[in-house]
Nanobody, 115 residues
C-alpha cells in the first residue's frame, strides 16, 4: 500500500512563501504523474499543479508564475514551492499520485494566508 504524507503547511502573511512536501513510501519513479490539489473552505477540490513522469509540468492559471512543482527522486518526495501567496490560496493542499489505474492521496496540509 502506497502512502503519501504532506507537510509544510501553516499560517503565512500575504506575499509570503511556503514549501509543501509530499513524502511517498515508494519511489516516485513508479508514478505516472503526481499532482497537488487545493480545497478551499466550502469549495470543491481543485487541481493546482501537475507533474508527469517525464517531468513536464502544468499549472492552474491562478498560480502560474507563483507556484512551482518539483520532485526529488532520491528522497521520494514531491514539492510545491509557493511564492507571492494571496488570501485566495488558503485551503487544504493534497498530494495525489497515479500508478496505473490506482490513485493515491495524502491526508492534506492546511495553508492559511492571512495578515
Amino acid at each position: 500500500q502506497v502512502q503519501l504524507v504532506e507537510s509544510g503547511g501553516g499560517l503565512v502573511q500575504p506575499g509570503g512563501s511556503l514549501r509543501l512536501s509530499c513524502a511517498a513510501s515508494t519511489s516516485i519513479f513508479n508514478f505516472n504523474y503526481m499532482r497537488w490539489y487545493r480545497q478551499a473552505p466550502g469549495q470543491e477540490r481543485d487541481l493546482v499543479a501537475h507533474m508527469a513522469g517525464s517531468g513536464a509540468t502544468n499549472y492552474a492559471d491562478s498560480v502560474k508564475g507563483r507556484f512551482t512543482i518539483s520532485g526529488d527522486n532520491a528522497k521520494n518526495t514531491l514539492y510545491l514551492d509557493m511564492n507571492s501567496l494571496k488570501s485566495e490560496d488558503t485551503g487544504v493542499y493534497y498530494c495525489q499520485a497515479q500508478w496505473g489505474s490506482l490513485s493515491y492521496w495524502g491526508q492534506g496540509t492546511q495553508v492559511t494566508v492571512s495578515s
